[in-house]
């Protein structure tokens, strides 16, 4: 579904996960709003329960910590992608080129406010189904060619 997985963990009492992108933790971090201080990488490489998640601590600090509080949200990289897809579908802008598939069951909105980015699918179920409406550019490099905009 997707090569490769980030975001950012914020450094409180109960830390929030944030990921607004799923190849670029830097693009969550810009429109966070949070200071260097307040939240650490992290990234998620394999399809698996944690093995391949890595969180970048600073010197002096456990990264298990912050890798348990995500991994106790998010037991599974398929649960945090499925997390991080759920937060980029209600921003205006809908950045997924780190997908390469999508399940059955996936939907985009009606209605996207500006750029719609799904250059990384190469394949996509019979029953997907482009929004109605995009405010910006559709990018679907890789995929274009299968993908069957239905009207409801």
Request: hydrophobic share 35%; charged share 25%; aromatic share 8%.
């Amino acid at each position: 579904m997707c090569n490769f997985l980030s975001g950012i963990v914020t450094i409180e009492n109960y830390p929030r996960i944030l990921c607004t992108n799923l190849l670029h933790h830097e693009i969550t971090v810009n429109g966070s709003g949070l200071k260097p201080e307040q939240y650490r990488e992290w990234e998620w490489t394999s399809d698996d329960e944690g093995r391949s998640l890595s969180v970048r601590a600073a010197p002096g600090e456990n990264p298990n910590v912050l890798k348990s509080a995500i991994l106790a949200k998010y037991p599974n990289r398929k649960a945090c992608l499925k997390f991080c897809i759920d937060q980029i579908l209600k921003l205006k802008n809908i950045n997924l080129d780190g997908l390469t598939s999508v399940p059955d069951n996936f939907k985009l909105p009606d209605r996207v406010g500006g750029y719609l980015d799904l250059r990384g699918l190469t394949s996509v179920p019979d029953n997907f189904k482009l929004p109605d409406s995009v405010g910006g550019v559709y990018m679907l490099d890789s995929i274009i060619k299968k993908i069957k905009r239905n009207k409801h």
